[in-house]
Structure formats: structure tokens, C-alpha cells
């Protein structure tokens, strides 16, 4: 099991945001995160990769990568987010350098040493995205849909084997939507794991996965009812 949750409790500047949370994730399994904005599903994110913290007291079991997190040690925090994809709703590319350097300083960051190893990876990621032609590109060149694109490939360059993505597609157009999440299903079914983000319940209805919702402080499972959600409910979880 990658993650493992039970009767967590998810603090955003030491107010509870979400109570007793139990939460599990597999290897290959496809995961949607739905709710409101304020409804904690961001700030759950961010205790898997530790940027906010889980106290012991708040958990019955946190683990992650099977690293206990709520005694993890700051100094072995990297080693657990090395084993991770972080996909971000603003990219959070380089803007200074281009597709090749932003790739490269993720490489050479995380102890990849060897130049043609480094390149054939960034090769391999790239056209994984269909963005091999976008190599010498600086990222203000490019469309945000290609922007969200090099998000993906610049978070499995490490072999990954959990993405964890905050409303990916938050800001693109039906279609681009539909590129991104066709990317990350064929991510899954080679045995990464995916966790994600997402207001948009009729690009969900389309993609067979777990789905959670966080309301009122809970967070539930509810993939067994999703299938009877009226799309018009959509705006419920607008953001």
C-alpha cells in the first residue's frame, strides 16, 4: 500500500479542516478528490508530501511510501518526495530556461549524473506528452495546455511511483482536459498511481477510478454513488 490513512486529521493554519480521515492508496489505482474550495482537499494533498505536517496525536496511522510521516525527520522529507510526482495547477516551470534546462535541473538535482542518460530521459518523457518537438522551447512560447503537458512529463522524470496532481486541469478547455487525463490513465496503467484534484465532474464520469469527496469536514468514499450524480451538480464543486 503507498498510502495509508486512518483517523487522520488534517490541519490548515491549526484549524481542522478535515476530521477522521481513512484513506488508502494502491500501486495503479486512479484516484479523484472532489469538493468544494475550503473543503481540505488541497491541504490533504500537501501532508502526503509534507508540507503541512500530521502530528502524532492527529492519527492513528499516516504512512506514506512506508515512511511513518508523523515522525519523519526533515532531513529524509526529499528521499520521500524524490519517489513522487508533484503536479501543480500553475506549472511551476522554470521560466528563465528552456524545456531541455528545466528537465535537466530536475535531473541533476536529484543525482542523475550521466549526460546521455539525462538526455535520453527527457527524451523519453517528452514524447510520452507529444511535446518532443518542444525541446529548445522557452515555457512563455508555449500554450497552457502544453505547459500542463511538460507539468506531467517534468513529474514522472524520476520514475515516480505516486503522482500527486492539484487540479491539473483546473484552467484548460475541454479538449486540452481531455489530452491531460488521457495522459495520466496510461501513467496509471503502467503501475503508477495517481491521486488527484478536480472540480469537474463530467471529465470524472469518463474515467473509471475511486472517487473521494471532503464536505462538511469529512472525507468520504463515494464511488459506489457516483455513478447516480446528476451532472448539473457540477457547480457544487466549481471553483
Not at 515555457?139 to 500542463?148: A, F, I, M, N, V
Not at 512529463?153 to 524520476?158: D, E, H, Q, S
Amino acid at each position: 500500500m503507498l498510502i495509508d490513512y486512518q483517523n487522520v486529521n488534517v490541519y490548515q493554519d491549526d484549524v481542522c479542516v478535515l476530521k477522521d480521515v481513512n484513506f488508502q492508496v494502491n500501486e495503479g489505482e486512479f484516484i479523484f478528490i472532489i469538493g468544494k474550495v475550503g473543503s481540505g482537499k488541497s491541504s490533504l494533498l500537501k501532508t502526503f508530501y509534507c508540507e503541512l505536517d500530521v502530528k502524532k496525536s492527529d492519527a492513528e496511522k499516516a504512512e506514506v511510501l512506508g515512511r511513518n510521516i508523523t515522525t519523519i525527520r526533515r532531513k529524509h522529507i526529499p528521499a520521500l518526495r524524490k519517489e513522487m510526482g508533484i503536479i501543480f495547477q500553475d506549472f511551476q516551470l522554470l521560466h528563465d530556461r528552456t524545456v531541455w534546462k528545466n528537465f535537466r535541473f530536475v535531473l541533476k538535482a536529484t543525482g542523475w549524473k550521466d549526460n546521455d542518460e539525462i538526455n535520453n530521459r527527457i527524451n523519453e518523457v517528452l514524447a510520452l506528452v507529444g511535446l518532443e518537438d518542444k525541446l529548445m522551447k522557452m515555457p512563455h512560447e508555449l500554450s497552457g495546455g502544453e505547459q500542463q503537458r511538460l507539468a506531467i512529463a517534468r513529474a514522472i522524470l524520476n520514475h515516480p511511483t505516486i503522482i500527486i496532481a492539484d487540479e491539473p486541469t483546473g484552467n484548460l478547455d475541454p479538449e486540452t482536459t481531455g489530452n491531460i487525463m488521457s495522459i495520466l490513465k496510461k501513467i496509471s496503467e503502467k503501475g503508477t498511481a495517481v491521486v488527484m484534484t478536480t472540480h469537474n465532474i463530467s471529465m470524472i464520469s469518463k474515467v473509471k477510478a475511486t472517487v473521494y469527496r471532503c464536505k462538511e469536514g469529512r472525507m468520504g468514499n463515494v464511488t459506489a454513488e457516483f455513478h447516480d450524480i446528476d451532472l448539473s451538480q457540477e457547480l457544487e464543486f466549481d471553483e
